[in-house]
């Protein structure tokens, strides 16, 4: 069974950095690309970041690039964002997901990042 | 990115069916036959629903289907049930790795 499970999430003040990770387990990390979504609350789901199976290439949506970096170990099969210069605009649960193809067969179940002061 | 567009809700009686448009560009949902639609209960993570715009996941119903025209999405609910009523999702590739996902729709169940 495919699980993923987020950690790292919290309470963090404007201007400030959180690493959030994602364990994974149940199929061949190193063979798939990882993803970051998010969602605010009460808001529609966006995704953050992405990075390519074998970590040659990473992605990101505009409104994080320069502040945030994707990055995998496949030695542990875990998936990390690292955060810095969070804002009030970064408050959302943040999911860890993948999938073989252009689609999102698995989530984690979230980790909530509150960025308020 | 812009977000897709999505009817912010939509309802029906069960055994009515519903559907979902998603409208985006020829950059993303006009542009690359991967659609895919998410549901999403309460305090629950998305599950694909339907994927490269009308495949069905194994063990997802088969009143659940999807089509695109153009730059428009729709995903259908045939024969609504009560468990069906949820927030629905469409996302579509956007090349480069990127996605873009849909505003998304409440279905309600009368």
């Known amino acids: 069974e495919v699980q993923l499970v987020e950690s790292g999430g919290g309470l963090v003040q404007p201007g400030g950095s959180l690493r959030l990770s994602c364990s994974t387990s149940g199929f061949t990390f190193s063979n798939y690309g990882m993803h970051w979504f998010r969602q605010a609350p009460g808001k529609g789901l966006e995704y953050v970041s992405a990075?390519?199976?074998?970590?040659?290439?990473?992605y990101y949506v505009d409104s994080v690039k320069g502040r945030f970096t994707i990055s995998r170990d496949d030695s542990k099969s875990s998936l990390y964002l690292q955060m810095s210069g969070l804002r009030a605009e970064d408050t959302a649960v943040y999911y860890c997901?993948?999938?073989?193809?252009?689609?999102?067969?698995?989530w984690g179940q979230g980790t909530l990042v509150t960025v308020s002061s | 990115q812009s977000a897709l567009t999505q009817p912010r809700s939509v309802s029906g009686s069960p055994g009515q069916s519903v559907t979902i448009s998603c409208t985006g560009t020829?950059?993303?949902?006009?542009?690359?036959?991967?659609v895919s639609w998410y549901q999403e209960h309460p305090g629950k993570a998305p599950k694909v629903m339907i994927y490269d715009v009308s495949k069905r996941p194994s063990g997802v119903p088969d009143r659940f289907s999807g089509s695109k025209s153009g730059n428009t999405a729709s995903l259908t609910i045939s024969g609504l049930q009560a468990e069906d009523e949820a927030d629905y999702y469409c996302?579509?590739?956007?090349?480069?790795?990127?996605?873009?996902f849909g505003t998304g729709t409440k279905v309600t169940v009368l």
């Open positions: 996302c579509s590739y956007a090349g480069t790795y990127t996605f873009v």
């Open positions: 020829s950059s993303d949902v006009g542009g690359y036959n991967y």
């Open positions: 990075i390519i199976y074998n970590g040659g290439s990473t």
């Open positions: 997901v993948t999938g073989g193809g252009h689609y999102f067969e698995h």
